[in-house]
């Protein structure tokens, strides 16, 4: 079956072209990878349809006899309503405010995992909606701080975290297969439906976008919450033993979440392949 296309002309992620993002000056290929592009922070419909490109394509096959031992810590309260009944106190909100080991203030609300590269905004505005995602946890789920997360929550019943996990010897498939296993293992999956990814691609030559590496994507109905159909959707690549990936929980019926998850995941795989080009980490797990 062929990609389903949605509406609406992409242009070039690196330079965020009508998604708040200035574009960087004009740098030589060898080092042009060093300027990589600032992740937008608030979206309107009419910024998704003009500047984006997606494909919906079949979700990928998961192995039947999938692990799912190692995205099963990942779900223990993903998209979990509980997990963000009292919101933190400003802690992301002010660059006098102390963070987890391994993690760094950024310009603005912005933080960022030192060993990955993932980057993570105090918030992700969804303009027409009047919906904001505000972080509202930075979770480590190993004592090495190499396998974290950044949450949000919208207070309103959607939830979006991204994931970077160190996993050097695992495949993407193996990976994709154990998260979409941990999902079914916690919900009630009642089938498997496409969901877009947006499609990574520069104007400029630049080894962040030659050879950018493959992504899987899938959604899954999970049933009603609180006699709304919902959705939880997997988005996932690896780049340099990192495991970059993406979950969204939302009504079934929301696309925009559903497009500016599938925005955002690009944009933080191509910000810890951006790092780990000039400052790989070892198979250890060592910087």
């Given at each position: 079956?062929?990609?389903?296309?949605?509406?609406?002309?992409?242009?070039?992620?690196?330079?965020?072209?009508?998604?708040?993002?200035?574009?960087?000056?004009?740098?030589?290929?060898?080092?042009?990878?060093?300027?990589?592009?600032?992740?937008?922070?608030?979206?309107?419909?009419?910024?998704?349809?003009?500047?984006?490109?997606?494909?919906?394509?079949?979700?990928?096959?998961?192995?039947?006899?999938?692990?799912?031992?190692?995205?099963?810590?990942?779900?223990?309260?993903?998209?979990?309503?509980?997990?963000?009944?009292?919101?933190?106190?400003?802690?992301?909100?002010?660059?006098?405010?102390?963070?987890?080991?391994?993690?760094?203030?950024?310009?603005?609300?912005?933080?960022?995992?030192?060993?990955?590269?993932?980057?993570?905004?105090?918030?992700?505005?969804?303009?027409?909606?009047?919906?904001?995602?505000?972080?509202?946890?930075?979770?480590?789920?190993?004592?090495?701080?190499?396998?974290?997360?950044?949450?949000?929550?919208?207070?309103?019943?959607?939830?979006?975290?991204?994931?970077?996990?160190?996993?050097?010897?695992?495949?993407?498939?193996?990976?994709?297969?154990?998260?979409?296993?941990?999902?079914?293992?916690?919900?009630?999956?009642?089938?498997?439906?496409?969901?877009?990814?947006?499609?990574?691609?520069?104007?400029?030559?630049?080894?962040?976008?030659?050879?950018?590496?493959?992504?899987?994507?899938?959604?899954?109905?999970?049933?009603?919450?609180?006699?709304?159909?919902?959705?939880?959707?997997?988005?996932?690549?690896?780049?340099?033993?990192?495991?970059?990936?993406?979950?969204?929980?939302?009504?079934?019926?929301?696309?925009?979440?559903?497009?500016?998850?599938?925005?955002?995941?690009?944009?933080?795989h191509v910000k810890v392949r951006t790092k780990n080009m000039t400052d790989p980490?070892?198979?250890?797990?060592?910087?």
């Open positions: 079956m062929e990609n389903q296309i949605v509406k609406g002309a992409f242009l070039a992620l690196l330079f965020g072209a009508g998604a708040g993002c200035a574009g960087p000056a004009k740098a030589p290929t060898a080092t042009a990878h060093l300027q990589s592009p600032a992740p937008p922070t608030a979206f309107t419909r009419v910024d998704v349809a003009r500047n984006y490109e997606f494909v919906r394509p079949e979700p990928v096959a998961a192995s039947a006899s999938a692990d799912p031992s190692y995205a099963a810590a990942h779900e223990q309260d993903t998209g979990s309503a509980n997990d963000h009944t009292k919101p933190l106190k400003g802690l992301f909100t002010s660059a006098s405010m102390a963070l987890p080991a391994g993690w760094s203030h950024m310009q603005g609300d912005a933080v960022r995992h030192d060993a990955s590269g993932l980057e993570c905004a105090g918030q992700i505005i969804l303009a027409n909606e009047k919906r904001i995602f505000t972080l509202r946890q930075l979770k480590s789920f190993d004592d090495r701080n190499m396998d974290v997360a950044c949450d949000y929550a919208t207070g309103s019943g959607h939830y979006l975290t991204f994931y970077a996990s160190f996993w050097p010897r695992m495949s993407l498939e193996e990976s994709y297969s154990g998260a979409a296993a941990a999902i079914r293992q916690r919900f009630d999956v009642q089938s498997t439906v496409p969901v877009p990814l947006a499609k990574m691609k520069s104007n400029e030559p630049d080894p962040v976008y030659e050879g950018l590496e493959q992504q899987m994507a899938a959604g899954f109905n999970i049933g009603p919450v609180d006699g709304v159909p919902y959705r939880t959707s997997l988005w996932l690549a690896k780049t340099h033993g990192w495991h970059v990936k993406t979950r969204a929980t939302y009504p079934a019926d929301d696309p925009m979440t559903e497009l500016v998850a599938a925005i955002t995941f690009s944009f933080a980490i070892g198979q250890s797990g060592e910087v």
